[in-house]
C-alpha cells in the first residue's frame, strides 16, 4: 500500500552565524561602538551548517524516528518542519494540519489553575478553544488532576504538572504530530500510560515524527527512521536497518575516539586521554567480558601542561543509549595524584553488573574542576555470558541497566491473619 | 476513504516552507486564524497582572489616581501653574494621563512581549506577531477604567464635557496605535540587542516631560511648531479639546498626529515580520 506523500524535503539546510568573539547576546551599545571605530569593517562571523542537503519524503500514516548523535542536527530539523525557525536553504512541503510538542508544558502559568493552563497550552500548541471545550474532561481524566483542577499549578507537585502537561499535548490532533522526547519525563506508571498513548496515536493513521535517544522506544513506536550525523543525512529507511546503522557507527567511531577527528570530543586539553581497553578477569585484552566476574577499565594518557591532579569518571551506556551506571573517582574522595608526563589509569570492578548486551562508555578527565578531556565513545565491549546469577540468563537491557543481586522469601498469610489464613492456603 | 482523524480524502492545507523572502509583509490571514491564542495570551496577561499584585484590580484605579494626584500636587500647588479655561488642574492632569497611560502602556508591554515570551518562541510555531499583538487587550482595560473615573471627576467638579466627546476614541486610538507600532518594532530588536530595554525607559520619560499632561500646550510659546512634532503633543491636546473642550488643536496636527501614527505602525510591522522567523535563532 503506497499512500500520500505528507512531508516532502528537498535539500533543506539550516545556517547559523555566531559573531567571532560574541559571548551572549549582542548589544546595541557594543555594535554601535563598533560601527564608530571601524565603519567599513564587517564583523566576522563564524558559520556553521546545522543541517545540509537534507532530503526525504514521508507517507501518510508513518510513524519515523528521527536518530542521531547530539549534534547531529534533529533538534534543528524538527524546528524547521514544525516552523519554529526558517531553512536556509531548500524547502518542505506539508499535507496537513501540523502540530509539534517539543516540551511538555509550554507556557504553563504557576499563577493560573489548571483548568486556565489547559486553555492556554492547548491555544499554544494549535488547538481551537471549542476543540480544547470539547476534550477538556477527557484530558483531566487522562492527567488523573480533577480535585485541583480549579488549583493554581504552582500548588501542583511535579508529578501532577507533568501529568497535565502532557495530557494537553497528547489530545492534540493534528494529522502530523511532531514530537521530541517528550517521553522522558514522569514516573514509571506515567511514562508507560506516556508510551501507551505515543502508541494509540502511532497506530491512529496519523504522521508521527519521533525524535528520541532511547532506542528501544524507537523500535518499539516507529516503522521508519531517519539517521542524521553532522547535518547530513546519513540513511532513511525501516526502523531496525536504521538502528542497526547508527549503533554499528557508534561501535565503529569507538576505533577513532582519540584522534583529533573525534567530532563530538570536548576538553581543554591539559590532560588527554591517549588510548582505553578492557581486560578480562584473566588480565588479558578483550572485546568481551563476563557478568559476575572481574573486569578491568584501562586508561592511558599523556600530560602535556604537568598538572599535578586529576578526577576520571565514566558513564557506563547500553545498547539502548541509556545510561547504566557512572564510575567516579571522586565519590570515594579518590583522584589521581602526581601525575607522570604519561601514565595508566586502571578502574577494576570486582563483579560486571551488565545484562547482556553491547555497552559504549564515555569518559571524561577533570582537572582543577574543568573538562580537560572528554571523550564519550572511549570505549565499547560486549557482555557475552554470565555467571552473576545462579543460571546464566539476564533480565533483558529493556528492564534492567544493572544487575543487583537479591534473596526471596515466603510465608503463608498476610499480617496478622498469617496464621488464621494458613490453613485456608 | 474518508477518515476523520487522518483527514484522508478531504481537502487538506498545504503548507510550503522555505527561506525567508527579504520582503515579507505581515500576514493577517495567519493571524486571524491564530485569534483563539491572540485571546488566550491577552487573557494570561490580564490575569496574571491581578493575581500577582497584592491590592489586585484595586491597583488598575490607585495607580491613574495617585499619577495624577501627585501632578496636580507638583504643578498646581508648587509651581502654581494655571489650567487654560479656568479648568482645574486635576481634570487636566488626570485627563492628560488617561491618554499618557494609552501610550506608555501600550509600548511597554508590546516592547517586552518576545523577550517575556522567549520560551515560547524557541519552542512553538505561531505567528510571533500575536505576542506583541496580544498586550494591546491589558492596556484597553486599564484605559476602560480610567474612562469612567474621567466622567465621575467631570461630575465632582461640574465640569459640562462639549458635543466634541464623540471623538475621544480616535484618539486613545491614535495613542495606542503609535505605542504599538514603536513597541512592536522595539521588542523585535531587543531579541537581538539586549539592552533595548534599558534606553525605553529613557525615551518615556524624556516624552512624558515633552508632553502637555500636567500643563497646557497653550503655555507653549515660540517654539509651538517644534514642540508639535512629538506626536504625544498632539494626541492629548486633541482628547482634552474633544472631552473638555479645552486647548486649541488645528487640522494640520490632527492629520500630522494620524500619519505618524499609520506611519510608525507600517514601519514596526513590516519590520517585525521581516524579522520574525530568525527570532527562534537567537532568542
Not at chain 1, 564587517?42 to 551548517?49: C, G, I, L, T
Not at chain 1, 553532522?230 to 531496525?240: H, I, N, P, S, W
Not at chain 2, 474518508?2 to 516552507?17: F, H, K, N, S, W
Not at chain 2, 512629538?230 to 482628547?239: C, K, R, S, V, W
Request: proline share 5%; glycine share 10%.
Amino acid at each position: 500500500m503506497s499512500s500520500e506523500v505528507v512531508i516532502s524535503a528537498q535539500g533543506l539546510g539550516k545556517l547559523y552565524e555566531i559573531q567571532r568573539g560574541q559571548k551572549g547576546h549582542l548589544t546595541l551599545r557594543e555594535t554601535f561602538m563598533r560601527r564608530l571605530q571601524h565603519p567599513f569593517e564587517r564583523p566576522a562571523k563564524e558559520q556553521f551548517w546545522a543541517l545540509r542537503d537534507v532530503s526525504f519524503d514521508i507517507r501518510a500514516g508513518d510513524v519515523v524516528g528521527i536518530i542521531g548523535r547530539n549534534g547531529a542536527g534533529k533538534s534543528t530539523l524538527l524546528k524547521v518542519l514544525s516552523r519554529i525557525t526558517a531553512p536556509t536553504e531548500g524547502r518542505v512541503e506539508l499535507v496537513g494540519r501540523v502540530g509539534s510538542l517539543l516540551e511538555v508544558g509550554t507556557g504553563f502559568h504557576p499563577e493560573l489553575t489548571g483548568r486556565e493552563n489547559v486553555f492556554l497550552n492547548g491555544a499554544i500548541l494549535g488547538m481551537r478553544r471549542v476543540e480544547i471545550a470539547r476534550r477538556f474532561d477527557e484530558i483531566v481524566d487522562f492527567a488523573g488532576v480533577q480535585q485541583f483542577i480549579d488549583t493554581p499549578v504552582k500548588k501542583y507537585s511535579s508529578g501532577m504538572y507533568v501529568r497535565l502537561a502532557f495530557a494537553v499535548a497528547a489530545h492534540l490532533e493534528t494529522e502530523i504530530l511532531i514530537v521530541d522526547e517528550v517521553l522522558a519525563v514522569g514516573d514509571i506508571d506515567f511514562q508507560r500510560k506516556c508510551l501507551g498513548k505515543m502508541q494509540e496515536v502511532a497506530g491512529s493513521g496519523r504522521t508521527v515524527l519521533f525524535v528520541s535517544h532511547n532506542m528501544s522506544a524507537v523500535q518499539r513506536l516507529c516503522q521508519r527512521a531517519i539517521l542524521l550525523r553532522t547535518g547530513k543525512l546519513v540513511c532513511a529507511g525501516g526502523v531496525d536497518d536504521v538502528v542497526r546503522e547508527y549503533l554499528g557507527h557508534l561501535r565503529d567511531s569507538a576505533a577513532t575516539a582519540f584522534t583529533g577527528e573525534n567530532p563530538d570530543r570536548v576538553g581543554n586539553g591539559v590532560l588527554r586521554i591517549t588510548g582505553a581497553r578492557v581486560l578480562n578477569e584473566l588480565g588479558h585484552q578483550a572485546t568481551h567480558v563476563r557478568a559476575g566476574q572481574p573486569a578491568t577499565l584501562e586508561f592511558t594518557y599523556r600530560n602535556p601542561s604537568g598538572s599535578r591532579s586529576a578526577n576520571m569518571f565514566m558513564t557506563v551506556y547500553n545498547q539502548l543509549g541509556s545510561a547504566c551506571t557512572q564510575f567516579d573517582m571522586s565519590l570515594n574522595h579518590q583522584s589521581v595524584k602526581e601525575l607522570g608526563e604519561t601514565g595508566t589509569i586502571r578502574c577494576r570492578i570486582p563483579s560486571v553488573p551488565f545484562p547482556l548486551g553491547e555497552y559504549r562508555i564515555a569518559v571524561a578527565v577533570d582537572v582543577d574542576g574543568e573538562h580537560a578531556d572528554l571523550v564519550p565513545n572511549a570505549l565499547v565491549f560486549s557482555v557475552e555470558s554470565s555467571t552473576f546469577f545462579e543460571t546464566p540468563r539476564t533480565p533483558p537491557a529493556t528492564y534492567c541497566a544493572v544487575m543487583v543481586q537479591h534473596d526471596w522469601e515466603h510465608e503463608v498469610g498476610v499480617g496478622e491473619e498469617k496464621v488464621a489464613t494458613a490453613g485456608m492456603g | 476513504m474518508p477518515d476523520a482523524i487522518t483527514g484522508a480524502g478531504y481537502a487538506q492545507e498545504r503548507l510550503v516552507l522555505e527561506p525567508v523572502a527579504p520582503l515579507a509583509l505581515p500576514d493577517f490571514i495567519e493571524i486571524w486564524r491564530h485569534r483563539d491564542l491572540l485571546l488566550t495570551l491577552a487573557a494570561r496577561d490580564l490575569k496574571v497582572r491581578y493575581k500577582q499584585t497584592a491590592l489586585g484590580v484595586l491597583w488598575i484605579v490607585l495607580q491613574p489616581l495617585l499619577g495624577a494626584g501627585i501632578l496636580t500636587y507638583v504643578f498646581g500647588e508648587i509651581a502654581n501653574v494655571r489650567a487654560p479655561g479656568g479648568l482645574p488642574i486635576f481634570l487636566l492632569s488626570f485627563s492628560g494621563m488617561v491618554v499618557w497611560s494609552a501610550f506608555s502602556s501600550t509600548i511597554s508591554r508590546t516592547a517586552s512581549a518576545l523577550i517575556g515570551n522567549a520560551q515560547l518562541i524557541s519552542k512553538v510555531y505561531f505567528p510571533r506577531l500575536i505576542l506583541p499583538l496580544s498586550t494591546i487587550l491589558s492596556t484597553l482595560v486599564d484605559v476602560l477604567v480610567m474612562l469612567p473615573m474621567l466622567a465621575i471627576f467631570c461630575i465632582v467638579y461640574r465640569w459640562q464635557p462639549p458635543w466634541t466627546i464623540v471623538f475621544f476614541p480616535w484618539f486613545i486610538l491614535i495613542a495606542m496605535a503609535l505605542g504599538s507600532g514603536i513597541g512592536t518594532w522595539m521588542a523585535g530588536l531587543a531579541v537581538k540587542y539586549r539592552d533595548v530595554q534599558y534606553v525605553l525607559p529613557v525615551i518615556t520619560q524624556t516624552l512624558f516631560w515633552a508632553s502637555p499632561i500636567a500643563y497646557g500646550a497653550s503655555r507653549v510659546g515660540k517654539h509651538r511648531t517644534l514642540y508639535f512634532l512629538n506626536p504625544l503633543a498632539g494626541t492629548i491636546e486633541g482628547f482634552r479639546w474633544s472631552v473638555l473642550g479645552v486647548g486649541f488643536i488645528s487640522p494640520w496636527e490632527i492629520f500630522y498626529t494620524a500619519a505618524t501614527a499609520a506611519v510608525a505602525m507600517a514601519v514596526g510591522y513590516f519590520w517585525f515580520s521581516r524579522m520574525e522567523r530568525s527570532f527562534a535563532d537567537v532568542i
